[in-house]
């Protein structure tokens, strides 16, 4: 591994209370999209930064990571995905400062997101995040057994991204702020999936086994219990800036509804 790409990455981890410096980011995304590069080691530097007890840096390598996993070479989530085991941040609490509490709280949870998204990538063998999306993309042309596993994925990764919880007033700082920046462009990806997921099933209703039918409306139906924490994550969303264009309209899923309950009342 290069020295400077070594540099950047603990440029952007530093102590410093502010978010990764783009300009750190960029050098790193350049790094790991160069041919054959290894990314083994830029794994270890910021896996390393996240034993800190500071949870100024720990959240910084947290979102280094997240940053390399949706804009960098997929060599890299691929070996991340590859590993044993990922980040162990379940009990981290930074006691050193007041605002160590809340933030460590967020850490938690952000590091459990991170490793069910690299969980995915190990189930599924790809980023379901960065597949195309259509009537001819990925999900929409899955046959019925690899669709229902796929979605089972997608919803163990999207609980964890909502399990972030956090509200308009506890998005603080800067470093927060670009968590839950990266964790919206996550749900934009992971919300079209699903969507297409859903409309693929329905599509294939009449043609499934009885047990694939009663797997699918069991799919649909836990979607619809989270419709609630879906609604909140998007509220959050428009009030920490995020323009309204760029959040989904989630009333579109009434009609699949009522679609789903022809389907069983015509069964």
């Known amino acids: 591994m290069g020295s400077s790409a070594s540099k950047a990455a603990l440029r952007a981890t530093t102590d410093e209370p502010s978010e990764p410096g783009p300009k750190h980011l960029a050098d790193l995304i350049q790094y790991i999209n160069g041919t054959?590069?290894?990314?083994?080691?830029?794994?270890d530097i910021l896996s390393e930064k996240?034993?800190?007890?500071?949870?100024?840096?720990?959240?910084?390598?947290l979102i280094t990571v997240h940053h390399l996993m949706v804009h960098g070479n997929e060599r890299f989530i691929q070996h991340l995905a590859s590993r044993n085991s990922l980040f162990t941040l379940y009990n981290f609490l930074d006691k050193s400062v007041t605002e160590g509490y809340t933030m460590s709280t967020f850490i938690r949870r952000y590091s459990r997101y991170l490793n069910e998204k690299?969980?995915?990538?190990r189930l599924i063998a790809y980023d379901i995040t960065k597949t195309k999306r259509g009537t001819d993309g990925v999900m929409r042309t899955m046959n019925t057994e690899e669709l229902l596993n796929t979605l089972a994925v997608i919803q163990t990764q999207f609980d964890a991204l909502l399990y972030f919880n956090a509200n308009p007033d506890e998005i603080t700082n800067g470093i927060i702020h670009a968590a839950f920046m990266l964790l919206f462009k996550d749900f934009l990806r992971l919300f079209a999936a699903y969507n297409e997921g859903i409309l693929n099933l329905l599509g294939k209703y009449f043609d499934m086994r009885k047990n694939q039918c009663k797997e699918s409306l069991g799919i649909y139906i836990r979607f619809l219990e989270r419709r609630t924490k879906l609604a909140q994550f998007l509220k959050v969303a428009k009030q920490v800036g995020i323009?309204?264009?760029?959040?989904?309209?989630l009333n579109q899923h009434e009609d699949h509804e009522q679609k789903w309950i022809n389907a069983i009342y015509e069964a």
């Open 50 to 61: 996240t034993r800190s007890s500071s949870w100024v840096v720990v959240f910084k390598a």
């Open 118 to 121: 690299s969980l995915a990538y």
């Open 36 to 43: 054959k590069r290894s990314v083994e080691h830029l794994a």
């Open 243 to 249: 323009d309204q264009n760029d959040i989904p309209y």
